[in-house]
T-cell receptor
Framework: DADVTQTPRNRITKTGKRIMLECSQT?????MYWYRQDPGLGLRLIYY???????NKGEISDGYSVSRQAQAKFSLSLESAIPNQTALYFC???????????FGPGTRLTVT | LAKTTQPISMDSYEGQEVNITCSHN???????ITWYQQFPSQGPRFIIQ???TKVTNEVASLFIPADRKSSTLSLPRVSLSDTAVYYC???????????FGTGTRLKVLA
């Protein structure tokens, strides 16, 4: 089984809809991250969390919110989706003091 | 966080050694250099990390000169499956925030 899983893997939604992307990990890591990637571009950090009670905005948090339901679960929500949020979304984890991030398989989101 | 500069793209042929250089002129004393590999529609995957001189693992080697203002990822005898984007990151260990630039798009040709 994969260490970091994301659901759904693909999603098409309409403008204005609320959507939640979920991430679960079995690595026991305390740090979790949400990134988005647009075609031909690198990854941009949306939110990150050091533990259940510590959530921080990344470089592009506007239009997004997150919830850390447990150490193993970190969800990303788009309250009112818009077309320019169409992208590939990745969840990642990392242990404290580590240098290696572990990424999920990604969620391809299309907003029409 | 130190800014990095990499070539946008590179082409190589199967069996050749590929060297991808990353420039990081303002690297800090406690920064480590980390490289990730990303295949299309997949999340990045850690390849190698180093602080100075040379590091080698089963996948790649990382060469870091004494001034640490640049680093070179070396992939020996590449195959078609090494076609991917390679990212160079510079940050202290355990940092909360990595900066992924646009990376270097490596295309391996038959």
């Amino acid at each position: 089984d994969a260490d970091v899983t994301q659901t759904p893997r693909n999603r098409i939604t309409k403008t204005g809809k609320r959507i939640m992307l979920e991430c679960s990990q079995t690595k026991g890591h305390d740090r979790m991250y949400w990134y988005r990637q647009d075609p031909g571009l690198g990854l941009r950090l949306i939110y990150y969390s050091f533990d259940v009670k510590d959530i921080n905005k990344g470089e592009i948090s506007d239009g997004y919110s997150v919830s850390r339901q447990a150490q193993a679960k970190f969800s990303l929500s788009l309250e009112s989706a818009i077309p320019n949020q169409t992208a590939l979304y990745f969840c990642a984890t990392m242990g404290t003091g580590s240098y290696e991030q572990y990424f999920g398989p990604g969620t391809r989101l299309t907003v029409t | 966080l130190a800014k990095t500069t990499q070539p946008i793209s590179m082409d190589s042929y199967e069996g050749q050694e590929v060297n991808i250089t990353c420039s990081h002129n303002n690297i800090a004393t406690n920064d480590y250099i980390t490289w990730y590999q990303q295949f299309p529609s997949q999340g990045p995957r850690f390849i190698i990390q180093g602080y100075k001189t040379k590091v080698t693992n089963e996948v790649a080697s990382l060469f870091i000169p004494a001034d640490r203002k640049s680093s070179t990822l070396s992939l020996p005898r590449v195959s078609l499956s090494d076609t991917a984007v390679y990212y160079c990151l510079v940050a202290p260990p355990g940092t909360y925030k990595y900066i992924f630039g646009t990376g270097t798009r490596l295309k391996v040709l038959a």
